[in-house]
């Protein structure tokens, strides 16, 4: 049950993109197509972006976009806006019932 | 709209419980696994439990195996976390969630264990 990586921090000017990976193993990321984005500003709870790898739930933003490569799974963020600044977590599905978070990374609008 | 409004956190000693409740409502609650996840202050989000739609199947993060329990009551929309032997690294934020990957969040409950 170790927590998946992901890059401590992330930034970009509006209007750019910015990818966000996360890396896990053959038994999380690797294994299954069930990795979850999360978006979590200050004091709130975490919003999904992202579910089954690269379905956006409905009112989420076509900006939003999730891919997978072999044990690794990304976030892009097209188009950046003021309140995308934010934390952001991936999630895997580990087997066993078991769910696996990554560290986050703290986007940064610049 | 799909809710979930947790309650029963507060500051409790090393050693104590607590029991935190979460109260569904704007989906079929008993279609639905649920589970708890929890925050520590300024830290990543960890997965502590879920359930199974009727309880039968309940799984835990080893970290909390056999002082936490995971709990519900269909009848009531209502999802729970007993949670035993508390100790200063439990400290967190704890929030309801629906699914094993969670799509719905709570606001969250928190929870301090301090002397």
């Known amino acids: 049950q170790s927590a998946l990586t992901q890059p401590p921090s992330a930034s970009g000017s509006p209007g750019q993109s910015v990818t966000i990976s996360c890396t896990g193993t053959?038994?999380?990321?690797?294994?299954?197509?069930?990795v979850s984005w999360y978006q979590q500003h200050p004091g709130k709870a975490p919003k999904v972006l992202i579910y089954?790898?690269?379905k956006r739930p409905s009112g989420v933003p076509d900006r939003f976009s999730g891919s997978k490569s072999g044990n690794t799974a990304s976030l892009t963020v097209s188009g950046l806006q003021a309140d995308d600044e934010a934390d952001y977590f991936c999630?895997?599905?580990?087997?066993?019932?078991?769910?696996?978070f990554g560290g986050g990374t703290k986007l940064t609008v610049l | 709209e799909v809710q979930l409004v947790e309650s029963g956190g507060g500051l409790v000693q090393p050693g104590g419980s607590l029991r935190l409740s979460c109260a569904a409502s704007?989906?079929?609650?008993?279609?639905?696994?649920m589970s708890w996840v929890r925050q520590a202050p300024g830290k990543g989000l960890e997965w502590v439990a879920n359930?199974?739609?009727?309880?039968?199947?309940?799984y835990y993060v080893d970290s909390v195996k056999g002082r936490f329990t995971i709990s519900r009551d269909n009848a009531k929309n209502s999802l729970y976390l007993q949670v035993n032997g508390l100790r200063a690294e439990d400290t967190a934020v704890y929030y309801c969630?629906?699914?094993?990957?969670?799509?719905?969040w709570g606001q969250g409950t928190l929870v301090t264990v301090s002397a």
């Open positions: 969630a629906r699914g094993v990957s969670p799509d719905n």
């Open positions: 704007g989906f079929i609650f008993n279609k639905f696994w």
């Open positions: 359930i199974e739609q009727d309880g039968s199947e309940k």
């Open positions: 053959s038994s999380d990321v690797g294994g299954y197509n069930y």
């Open positions: 089954e790898v690269s």
């Open positions: 999630s895997s599905y580990g087997g066993s019932k078991n769910v696996v």
